[in-house]
Each structure stands twice: as structure tokens, then as C-alpha cells.
């Protein structure tokens, strides 16, 4: 499965912002384990880098940023991802970016804490909590 995260799950791991980082940290072993293929919107790392080096300062958001990448695959935001993000019912342009890369990159869903945010979205949307129990549900692939 191909799998959008949101950048605020992506926060909540990198900031280890409570009560959220166990369950990013969790996703994250998982993709590491290969058991998802995880995704961040190419608009991720930049606010990340924005924010990131207020909070715990260059050098370390970078090197953060530089771990992630090494975890997650980039989607990319095109001109046609960016115009049709501006068509999309979405409250917030941000959210209608991400969720326009993931669609155009062919991803499976997308997992975000703000759900509301993506009540119009075209793609399955989960929870972080929500999307481990739906993993832990799948069978297992049979050798």
C-alpha cells in the first residue's frame, strides 16, 4: 500500500510532539519494516525546514529532514498538482496540495490527525491510530 502522510504526522514524529509521536514513530518503523510505502507531499520538507529550525534550529531540522528522506518516498508538486489544488473543495490550500500530489502520484490514502480537513477528499483518509489498526487487519502475504 502507497501511503500520503500528511505533514502533521510528519511534525508529530520529527518534534516527537505529544500525545502524537507514538503513534508517527509507529508508522515510521513500519515503513521502515517495509510494511507500507510511505509518502510525504514535496511541500513537507519545506515547511518543516520552516518551522523546524525556530523550534530546534538549522543544523538539527536538517539533519531531521535528511533522516525522513532516507524513511519516505517525495510525490511532486506539479503545476498541474498546484492548479488542481485550487479547484478542490478544500478549506485549506495546503491540505488540497497534498492530497492533489497524492492523487496524482496514483497513492492509496492519505493519514492525518485532521481528518475534518479532508472531509472532500477522493482518497481513503485515516488516522494515524486508524490506518495501524487497518494494517494489523490485512492479512498477511502467504510466502
Given at each position: ?5 500528511d ?7 520529527v ?5 502524537f509521536?507514538?503513534a ?5 518503523l513500519?515503513?521502515?519494516?517495509g510494511?507500507f510505502?510511505?509518502y510525504?507531499?514535496?511541500?513537507t520538507?519545506?515547511?518543516?525546514f ?9 543544523t538539527?531540522i536538517r539533519q531531521?529532514i535528511?533522516?525522513?528522506?532516507t ?5 511532486p508538486t506539479t ?6 489544488a485550487l ?8 491540505d ?9 502520484s496514483g497513492l492509496?490514502a492519505?493519514?492525518?490527525r485532521?481528518?475534518?480537513d479532508?472531509?472532500?477528499a477522493?482518497l ?7 490506518f495501524?489498526?487497518h494494517?494489523k ?6 510466502p
Amino acid at each position: 500500500m502507497r501511503v500520503l502522510l500528511d505533514s502533521d504526522v510528519v511534525f508529530d514524529f520529527v518534534f516527537e510532539r505529544r500525545p502524537f509521536f507514538q503513534a508517527a514513530r509507529e508508522l515510521m518503523l513500519l515503513i521502515t519494516n517495509g510494511e507500507f510505502d510511505g509518502y510525504i507531499s514535496s511541500i513537507t520538507p519545506v515547511n518543516l525546514f520552516y518551522h523546524g529550525r525556530k523550534i530546534v534550529g538549522a543544523t538539527k531540522i536538517r539533519q531531521g529532514i535528511s533522516d525522513l528522506l532516507t524513511l519516505v518516498r517525495v510525490c511532486p508538486t506539479t503545476h498541474a498538482c498546484l492548479a488542481q489544488a485550487l479547484s478542490l473543495p478544500f478549506a485549506d490550500y495546503e491540505d488540497a496540495v497534498q492530497h492533489a500530489s497524492a492523487f496524482e502520484s496514483g497513492l492509496d490514502a492519505i493519514i492525518t490527525r485532521n481528518v475534518k480537513d479532508y472531509k472532500k477528499a477522493s482518497l481513503p483518509i485515516f488516522t494515524p491510530n486508524d490506518f495501524l489498526r487497518h494494517l494489523k487487519s490485512q492479512p498477511k502475504d502467504q510466502p
